[in-house]
T-cell receptor, first 113, second 109 residues
Framework: EAGVAQSPRYKIIEKRQSVAFWCNPI?????LYWYQQILGQGPKLLIQ????????DSQLPKDRFSAERLKGVDSTLKIQPAKLEDSAVYLC????FGAGGYTFGSGTRLTVV | DAKTTQPNSMESNEEEPVHLPCNHS???????IHWYRQLPSQGPEYVIH???SNVNNRMASLAIAEDRKSSTLILHRATLRDAAVYYC??????????FGKGTRLSVIA
């Protein structure tokens, strides 16, 4: 089966600019997650979708971050305006159901200068 | 969130077994024990999970203590491709994964 696709793979922007990341989960996976991973740390959950509805966005900095999942399939994560501390790898993961494992994409490495 | 304690780093020789420990003394009855690993420049990869009984799959084995307060991930024969950060995570059912810092495993040829 095809994996979780993410694009772009790398992105460099200046602070105060905006950026968007795209994720295509595994077909049929109802649950989708966005994580932020700062260098040297474990991934941190930003938002969880179940189909096209938000389940948990308590750790999403809503003043600058937004996310949507259209038609319960693809998802986009946007940052506007970006800050230097947003430099990180943004990981998308999907899960079929229940207590099973997640499948992660390779991530988008964002550098804010 | 329930917490786990793992060594920061471990080293293993190639083709030898590796036992990665994880302590989780505050585990509750409904927490699943998940293990993921992250190779350089890649997203985390699911390895194995269990609730009470030991589990085996093609990648590894998971040994869970009888009181469930600790577990061990066993790689039966380490290869250079097993060098990664290994995360032990407690996950209440239907809750999202919460990652700690994990154990960085180095494999020596």
């Amino acid at each position: 089966e095809a994996g979780v696709a993410q694009s772009p793979r790398y992105k460099i922007i200046e602070k105060r600019q905006s950026v968007a990341f795209w994720c295509n989960p595994i077909s049929g996976h109802a649950t989708l997650y966005w994580y932020q991973q700062i260098l040297g740390q474990g991934p941190k959950l930003l938002i969880q979708f179940q189909n096209n509805g938000v389940v948990d966005d308590s750790q999403l900095p809503k003043d600058r971050f937004s996310a949507e999942r259209l038609k319960g399939v693809d998802s986009t994560l946007k940052i506007q305006p970006a800050k230097l501390e947003d430099s990180a790898v943004y990981l998308c993961a999907s899960q079929q159901f229940g207590a099973g494992g997640y499948t992660f994409g390779s991530g988008t490495r964002l550098t804010v200068v | 969130d329930a917490k786990t304690t793992q060594p920061n780093s471990m080293e293993s020789n190639e083709e030898e077994p590796v036992h990665l420990p994880c302590n989780h003394s505050t585990i509750s009855g409904t927490d699943y024990i998940h293990w993921y690993r992250q190779l350089p420049s890649q997203g985390p990869e699911y390895v194995i999970h269990g609730l009470t009984s030991n589990v085996n799959n093609r990648m590894a084995s998971l040994a869970i203590a009888e009181d469930r307060k600790s577990s061990t991930l066993i790689l039966h024969r380490a290869t250079l491709r097993d060098a990664a950060v290994y995360y032990c995570i407690l996950r209440p059912q239907a809750s999202p994964l919460v990652f700690g810092k994990g154990t960085r495993l180095s494999v020596i040829a």
